[in-house]
């Protein structure tokens, strides 16, 4: 239940993280439904928006700055360049001040009103609270299909703690997004690190609706490199799937040996002479061994891009500077 203060200064914190990208078109409604969630929060909770540019193309910098001006409780942040989605979304965890911290995406997609059933929750001794989603509407059979498929494999592989059928629109305690922050991976799928913290977490269910506007920022191109970064950070499998796919390879292979030896020996038989079957097991060879390099190597790039040390995200601009 949420308990009104009556000293607003001795009220918690509620912040609201959105990261934003090309989304000029869908930002009006954003905010006009933030302010209003906004409103309704003030009445308990302190209230502070944290907008995240990452490197927009389009007005969607001038529009967050607008927002700003016009609305004390929003802070606005544009990033030097493009980083990615998850950085910008870490940009905002770094910000944001309050005792809970709710992220969602700036299409509408994930309704900010469902940002009261998390709060209870949080109220209730939660320290991480996951939106389900029950529905996905407006969104393809194909990404449907791939979704589902993704996250029952990341949970098969390892990564067991990632929450089936959610997103990035959670809530988090002070405590769980402190614990958060010290984790400063280069590579980072933030959904998997939120289950690794661990602490208390409830969930809450809702539709998601089709974007208010705008085209998703998420095509499948980005969508395999999101999985394959998933799937690296979290497990280990890629690689003893390498070495699994290199001994049953061997072993065909040695069968195969000691089948013409005995053919050769017992029944006095010779096989018809070797060519195709070393072609065959030449490029078999071949290209297990360049799979195998390929996984390895995404190993090993994620190393050097870590040990670089390098930030993870870059400020260009920010409204406080205007202030």
């Excluded at 502070?48 to 193309?57: C, F, H, Q, Y």
């Excluded at 996951?130 to 969104?139: D, F, I, L, M, P």
């Excluded at 984790?183 to 998601?208: C, K, N, P, S």
């Amino acid at each position: 239940m949420m308990l009104e203060s009556s000293n607003a200064a001795d009220r918690r914190t509620i912040s609201i993280v959105v990261p934003c990208f090309n989304e000029e078109d869908a930002l009006p409604f954003v905010a006009a439904r933030l302010s209003s969630v906004a409103d309704e929060l003030q009445q308990h909770y302190r209230v502070e928006i944290v907008l995240v540019d990452d490197g927009s193309a389009d007005k969607t910098w001038p529009l967050i700055r607008d927002y700003a001006r016009t609305d004390g409780r929003v802070r606005g942040v544009s990033l030097s360049r493009n980083f990615g989605h998850q950085a910008a979304l870490t940009c905002g965890y770094d910000l944001a001040t309050g005792d809970a911290v709710v992220c969602m995406d700036a299409d509408l997609q994930d309704p900010p009103e469902v940002v009261l059933e998390m709060l209870a929750k949080w109220e209730d001794g939660a320290d991480v609270v996951y939106a389900v989603r029950r529905s996905r509407t407006g969104e393809s059979g194909f990404k449907l299909k791939t979704a589902s498929l993704f996250y029952r494999l990341i949970r098969a592989i390892g990564a067991s703690h990632v929450r089936e059928d959610s997103g990035d629109f959670r809530l988090m305690s002070r405590r769980a997004l402190d614990a958060l922050n010290k984790l400063r991976e280069q590579h980072r799928f933030i959904r998997g690190m939120v289950g690794w913290v661990g602490f208390r977490t409830a969930e809450v269910h809702y539709d998601r609706k089709a974007r208010v506007a705008g085209v998703t920022k998420y095509p499948f191109r980005k969508m395999l490199r999101f999985a394959i970064d998933a799937t690296v950070s979290f497990s280990s499998f890629p690689l003893r799937l390498a070495y699994v796919l290199s001994s049953a390879l061997s072993l065909i292979f040695c069968a195969y040996l000691v089948y013409a030896v005995f053919m050769h020996f017992f029944f006095d038989l010779t096989l018809v002479p070797g060519w195709s079957s070393l072609i065959i097991s030449v490029i078999a060879f071949g290209a297990i061994n360049l799979v195998c390099l390929g996984i390895i190597g995404e190993y090993i790039g994620r190393i050097f891009e870590q040990v670089k040390s390098r930030p993870l995200y870059l400020v260009g601009e920010d409204t406080r500077d205007d202030c």
